[in-house]
């Protein structure tokens, strides 16, 4: 409890989780959307600076049970937004304890509690980002837009407050998802070294692993199904992803598969892996 309390201080004593609330309160504007029909969707950035489609989204009856809603493909930017802000505590708190060598004795003797302590303070900061993120969000606009009757409709309040609190818990979900990848990683990488004595191997290993759990294992049905053609094309973008042939085929991938979400989890990684290395040069220098 001492750790995990030790880890959330340090978390918030970075100005990195303070830009990270406004950072979350960007997402908002962009991801929350309004879907006004099947093939008009207006997002909160374009509502509430012109006030014509507001009256329009605002006075469609249809709406309001959209209201406030998220797309699926919004939520995929949440999720980027979620793997960056969580990761900003959980690398931030690796960091600062890179400064002292007792974090190694720490791995070595009480391994869970190093686990739970960076984890759980990873997924405390983030949920509290997001809370800061969403009010901070929320509040401006209604300090913007106080005398709007549409707005202060009863009824469109408590429609919006459903919407939002589901769609608050499909994000609490992924925040957990993306603390326990954030602050799991690198002690898997330490805890592997003490075995293997190989800093790429300790470094790669728990990488590969995630992505086979993320990447392969969901998609295992899919390459031995009978529809050959279906079963080509996700064996052809697996190896694509592996080997990319050239710049025209990647961008086509990157298009196809979902590549804000993975190109966060790269750059995640990479982080992972470059602390990783400056873990074992101050331990060196110990």
Not at 14 to 42: K, M, N, R, W
Not at 43 to 55: A, T, Y
Request: charged share 15%.
């Amino acid at each position: 409890m001492r750790f995990f309390c030790k880890c959330l201080r340090e978390n918030f004593s970075s100005p990195l989780s303070y830009a990270a609330i406004v950072v979350f309160a960007v997402f908002c504007v962009f991801g929350l959307t309004v879907q006004l029909d099947d093939e008009t969707t207006y997002s909160m950035f374009e509502i509430f600076l012109d006030k014509e489609i507001f009256k329009v989204v605002t006075s469609n009856s249809q709406c309001a049970s959209y209201l406030m809603a998220l797309k699926y493909g919004s939520s995929e930017w949440y999720a980027v937004g979620m793997s960056v802000l969580t990761a900003v505590p959980a690398l931030y708190t690796y960091i600062k304890s890179l400064e002292k060598v007792q974090i190694f004795t720490l791995v070595r003797t009480n391994f869970s509690a190093y686990s739970v302590g960076i984890i759980l303070s990873s997924f405390v900061t983030g949920f509290i980002i997001t809370l800061s993120g969403t009010m901070l969000f929320f509040g401006a606009v209604y300090l913007i837009f106080p005398s709007l009757e549409s707005f202060s409709d009863p009824m469109l309040l408590l429609i919006y407050s459903e919407n939002a609190a589901q769609r608050f818990c499909v994000l609490t979900e992924r925040v957990i998802n993306h603390a326990i990848v954030g602050g799991l990683m690198p002690v898997f990488a330490i805890t592997l070294y003490r075995y293997i004595r190989s800093d790429f191997l300790a470094a790669t290993i728990p990488m590969m692993l995630m992505y086979v759990s993320t990447k392969i294992l969901p998609n295992y049905r899919e390459w031995l199904s009978s529809d050959a053609e279906r079963s080509q094309n996700v064996f052809l973008s697996f190896l694509l992803m592996l080997f990319p042939s050239n710049l025209a085929s990647l961008t086509t991938w990157l298009k196809s598969y979902n590549a804000p979400f993975w190109l966060a989890y790269i750059g995640l990684e990479a982080l992972v892996f470059v602390n990783f290395l400056l873990f074992r040069k101050s331990v060196r220098r110990a």
